[in-house]
């Protein structure tokens, strides 16, 4: 018998997917970090939607104070309206949780939601709770409307060969402290669209070795990464940047022509937060082949 | 300490709600089936934002059909848009998962998630998958876009003393079989909003007596229930109808002058489906207090 942890996350929805109907026109393809709708052509904006999820044990732990899991349930949903150019709008909150947990985490949990709410713009439109067994992980789940002007939309899969790549931000180490507190890229991705709009972007969740060969396939490309550019995190090893995942910073192509602009304009308005040039994209089949990263349902999970 | 289980699930939900940023301006407020987005006058329908989760050992048992399981996740859905006067559009679902569940049953769940969106008319826009620990219970969440003719909106606010109560099929039993096959009343629904548009609608998921008495608040009233007159389950007593749950069947409220016209013209429609007036809204103050009913949390959990 064929288990979860024998085929990994990827190859999992590509078989779930076969199996339900799908949107006939898509306004984006399947598997950029959120769907696209078009509500039709006298519309300016497009709606964007996002599900995610937090487990007890797998992307937290017990003794993680529940304001800051709230806040990282909230901020990775965030995270997702970022990295295709757009805002958040309204939360539907989802709290599977056992019988016995206390009425202040819930209460705790729920004050990190409205604080990044409150931070990054959204509101909270409906929630559900229900309880599990008493000795199941807590499960928060997030499903979001956002939106995103037509001209801002920047998906994983409208780059090409040639084309640069940077990432926001440090990477690696995210497990010691930022993946509880990180802040998503939104004003930067923001600012990215409307100045320097890049040919394909998506947020670092699972690490970079698992992340660029997915906007790199998405674009039909390979890639080129070189390491000794990685921007790593104080203490980190460059295998630490390509495999810890939870970075949540941007990783985003845009032709090389327009880097140097882009990096002298980005060091005017984000001074406090590095953007690097780590490689290139190339023709696919050429380049580079990255592995690791974080892996659900993998036997030995590595976190 | 206070736990969940001391408080119950809507004392909880009025407890969170306050934590976090609200819709300034719903189109709808808070507590109904589902939230309402209003998207300007310029737009003939609202859309309906809806999320719910099915939690194994508390909704489904694991020995459950996965097929059958898949299908209720999306149909509970489904419900409370019909119980809303809309329809099915766009779903995400979120499967958190033990390592060692079999793939073939991440595929008849799904395959239950794919017939109940083709027969509803909605289709997957994305998901998200996780592992959980291989001792945690399985977590099914969906969250689904619909959409309402603004003339078609019906909320469980909007009745008043005097109103005759009725409800679609029969209550009581359903955890013997039809909470894992129940069809969403959504055929039933749009015709009653088109012909017969009742003054207040909900679905009847935790049992009519913590249901009923919700709708009753929700439109500052009191009601009356004729027990005799409880379209009951063959087999099942009337505190059954009255507590066991998970009936999905519809619940509403519409001026008694339209009772006698709206009954002849239903058994024409759907002959094969009751429509049983069972009592009728008061003052608020006045008539009956129904107790049972599901309680999440609660202290030895009633089902």
């Known amino acids: 018998m064929i288990r979860l942890s ?7 929805i590509r078989r779930l997917i076969r199996l339900v109907p799908l949107d006939p026109a898509p306004a984006a393809g399947p598997g950029d970090d959120c769907a696209v709708v078009d509500p039709g052509p006298g519309h300016a904006s497009l709606q ?21 899991v709230g806040w990282k349930a909230c901020a990775r949903v965030v995270s997702d309206f970022a990295a295709m ?8 909150v989802t709290l599977a949780l056992p019988p016995q947990t206390p009425v202040a985490w819930a209460e705790n949990l729920y004050r990190g939601i409205g604080e990044c709410l409150t931070r990054c713009g959204g509101v909270l439109a409906g929630g559900e709770t229900s309880s599990v067994p008493p000795t199941s992980a807590a499960v928060i789940s997030i499903a979001a409307t956002g939106s995103v002007r037509r001209e801002h939309l920047t998906l994983r899969s409208s780059a090409h060969p040639g084309h640069a790549l940077l990432v926001t931000g440090t990477l690696g180490g995210s497990r010691l402290a930022k993946h509880l507190a990180f802040t998503p890229r939104l004003e930067e991705t923001g600012w990215l669209v409307s100045h320097f709009k890049p040919t394909a972007m998506m947020d670092l969740s699972d690490g970079l ?17 070189e390491r000794g550019l990685l921007p790593l995190t104080a203490g980190c090893t460059v295998e630490q940047a390509l495999g810890d995942g ?11 022509s327009r880097v140097a602009g882009l990096l002298a304009a980005w060091g005017g308005e984000f001074p406090e937060l590095a953007l690097t040039r780590i490689g290139r994209l190339v023709k696919a089949g050429d380049g580079d082949s990255l592995h690791g990263g974080w892996e659900h349902f993998a036997k030995g999970l590595a976190k």
């Open 246 to 256: 939870e970075d949540f910073e941007i990783l985003l192509a845009i032709e090389e």
């Open 48 to 68: 964007l939607l996002k599900t995610d999820a937090l487990v007890e044990h797998i992307h937290f732990l017990p003794d993680a104070p529940a304001r800051a």
């Open 209 to 225: 070795a698992r992340d660029l060969p997915r906007l790199a396939l998405a674009s039909g490309c390979g890639y080129e990464v």
């Open 6 to 12: 024998d085929i990994g996350e990827d190859a999992l």
């Open 85 to 92: 150019g757009g805002r958040p709008e309204r939360f539907l």
